[in-house]
């Protein structure tokens, strides 16, 4: 449990000197993500608490402690506030709300941009088999087994998302570099991310050539030659 107090009457006694008695490593319990911040532990016999917090490892129920808990610093000093008593796990939910928030609208934009992609390419190459039905046919004619159509048609899907891959890596890098001019809080994205969302779309358009190559390969040779 977490018990976040603060009194009026301290900010007085924060001006007095202190001792300082050791200088302990970074610390930081405020954010999920660590950032810089400034702590001070200060004993409990100095008198009540400015800003601090209590932390209480319990198997119980936490919320049931808050009265116990509240009545002890109550009696430690009757002046203090005690308020927001909360258990980690709620101030960790709490706190990443706003980026889980961000990342389903995100997640949702890139799923369907991912399905807009998958459609586009599953088009391009429909129309492509369907405008080069004669092609087919007379290359079935001249002994061209139909797995090699196959595999003409899902090579073209293929590299037509390849191309598409490097040319967004281009332009997003470039604007990256740009934004980061004006915005301190901009960062490239690591190798790792980058070559799994290029896996994914690699694999997503040669899924997405399956049935217009699969289609290039059923042609049938006599209606195919006498198509115009």
Known sequence: MQFATGSDQELARITAPHR???????????????????TIYNPFNEGGIFGGRLFIHTAANPYALVPSVTRIIRDISADQPVE????????????????????????????????????????????SVSA??????????????????????????????????????????????????YFLDVKM?????????????????VIASVVPAARAARVDVMHALRSE
């Open 132 to 181: 080069r039905t004669r092609e087919f046919g007379i290359r079935l004619a001249l002994g061209s087994e139909p797995r090699q159509l196959l595999k003409g048609v899902i090579a073209e899907g293929a590299a037509m998302a390849a191309a598409g891959v490097f040319a967004g890596a281009a332009f997003g890098f470039a604007l990256a570099r740009v934004a980061g001019r």
């Open 189 to 205: 994205p690591g190798a790792l991310p980058v070559a799994v969302s290029a896996f994914v779309l690699m694999t997503v358009a």
């Open 84 to 127: 927001h008593a909360a258990t980690l796990a709620d101030v960790r939910a709490e706190v990443l709300t706003p980026d889980r928030l961000n990342s389903l609208v995100f997640g949702v934009f890139a799923a369907v941009a991912l399905a807009i992609a998958v459609v586009g390419v599953a088009g391009v190459l429909a129309f």
């Open 20 to 38: 300082i008695i050791g200088v302990t490593a970074d610390v930081d319990d405020e954010h999920v993500v660590p950032e810089p911040v400034v």
